[in-house]
DNA sequence: CCGATAGAAATGCCAGACAATTAAATGCCT
DNA sequence: AGGCATTTAATTGTCTGGCATTTCTATCGG
């Protein structure tokens, strides 16, 4: 007769859980000293282990500083964008990797998010923007890259367009959709060919901008995502062919 | 002379890291088994309480379950879409409030998404999803109702819009991004007039939906983010009073 | 053949202690 | 009186050892 979840947790987790409430209710603010380590443990009547468990839950999460010595102690964290998109993106690699995502189905989702930034971003894009986007261009033409510094490079670039939108929070939000997507695409094989039409594109969209031209970022964006799905074909099928022997129930699909 | 780190780090932290890295990189996947505590503590040289405190950090990502008795112990966990969005709201609800981000940018971010979607929407909502943000309009032309049902049934409506979207990556991102306003949007005061407005502009939205027309759903998008722009005026202008208050040190502006 | 029971393996929790770190208080010397 | 070294107190980090609890397995008895 266990119905409710949350008293049969463990003693840390709902001791986190009490925490966590505190501060996203507001009740404790950034840079809000917690109590001690054994103030807590007698707050919650829990041994000082128990406590300190709660306590790595929730610096796991970034919700919490902890500062050793004399006047040191547990401090509630100011969660700066930097680090919410550390954790995002890994929350988001690790959806994709565990769950295997059709490489057709994040690639969509990826660029329906980008291409939401193209109006936002051909309005406020600055030199520095586009600078940025030409330097991992050029860095893309390079002869001799590895597929992984070429995709990263990649990343980089896309990321300078969301940033170009001139809005820290979305920013934030599709960096998680762009990042993720690295170690999918890190698994396809960059021809010369095949990067020199991503060059070319990427140039596109970077003159599109400069142009403050919305509609033509877009498509090109449609382009680049049209192309990036045909290379990611072969990702997809040796991806299916491994899920298929790892269940071995179901040869449908010829 | 404490150049690297990392070497500084909590213990807890490098073991939970070191694990951390295993599931990332592949080495561990989903549903295996890790070693046992005392095996853990045995292979990092270190004593029960630190591996668990390792432990307790990986769960508060999700990366691990616990199963206590004869063959239990720590689990990868195969991360579900439904986990990862819990985490991704956490992360983006806790950034917005820590940052006193402002409304309108929040705002902008959270339309510019939305209108990603809008061209997948039209192509593939079913008649589950229309039915679903129909529901949520009546709720909404329900009288009496209080803001924050008001603003939940919001969300809603404005998920079930996303998931039209037939794209699990695309909602799991999205939901970060719209749930994540829900406290600023609480925060405003739905007259009568205002919901006969939202409840219009939904009905509109629902409609070019229905009709699969995406240029129509994403203009009433547009219309849509100009009135919650209009409505949460008097919430910036509350938050910026009270920046202002907090600092006083800038008393311009009239 | 089935059910009860004991054993084993693992996590959950606790008590107490010591080490390391850091800021403040103190004291000393100039 | 002021500046520097030293002590002190508070706090987190870690370890040892142990007991409680849970859960699967295997054994024993009916």
Redesign the interface.
């Known amino acids: 007769m266990k119905s409710d979840k949350t008293t049969t947790a463990d003693l840390?987790?709902q001791i986190?859980k009490s925490i966590r409430d505190q501060?996203?209710s507001?009740a404790l603010l950034?840079d809000d000293r917690l109590p001690s380590e054994a103030e807590l443990a007698d707050q919650f009547s829990v041994s000082r282990?128990t406590v300190?468990?709660?306590l790595?839950?929730?610096?796991?999460?970034s919700?919490i500083r902890t500062e050793r010595g004399a006047f040191g102690g547990a401090f509630v964290r100011?969660?700066?964008?930097g680090e919410?998109q550390t954790?995002?993106i890994?929350?988001?690699?690790?959806?994709?990797?565990?769950?295997d995502?059709r490489f057709d189905?994040?690639c969509?989702?990826?660029y329906?998010?980008e291409?939401?930034?193209t109006?936002?971003a051909a309005k406020r894009r600055t030199g520095a923007h586009l600078a940025a986007m030409r330097a991992e261009i050029t860095r893309q033409a390079t002869p001799g890259l590895s597929d992984e510094t070429f995709c990263a490079s990649d990343v980089a670039l896309h990321r300078a367009l969301v940033d170009s939108?001139g809005?820290?929070?979305?920013s934030?939000?599709l960096a998680?959709?762009v990042e993720a997507m690295q170690p999918l695409m890190n698994m396809i094989t960059f021809t010369a060919r095949s990067r020199e039409r991503i060059v070319d594109l990427h140039t596109r969209l970077t003159d599109a901008l400069e142009a403050r031209d919305a509609a033509q970022a877009d498509t090109v964006l449609a382009d680049l995502q049209a192309y990036t799905l045909d290379l990611g074909q072969g990702v997809m099928a040796a991806r299916a062919a491994r899920r298929e022997k790892h269940h071995a129930d179901s040869p449908v699909e010829g």
Chains 1, 2 share one sequence.
């Open positions: 840390s987790a986190a501060i996203l507001g950034a282990p300190r468990e709660a790595k839950r929730l610096a796991a999460q919700l100011r969660l700066s964008y919410a954790q995002n890994t929350t988001s690699t690790l959806l994709l990797s565990m769950n995502v189905v994040a969509e989702a990826r329906a998010m291409r939401a930034c109006v936002l939108a809005n820290p929070v979305l934030y939000q998680g959709a």
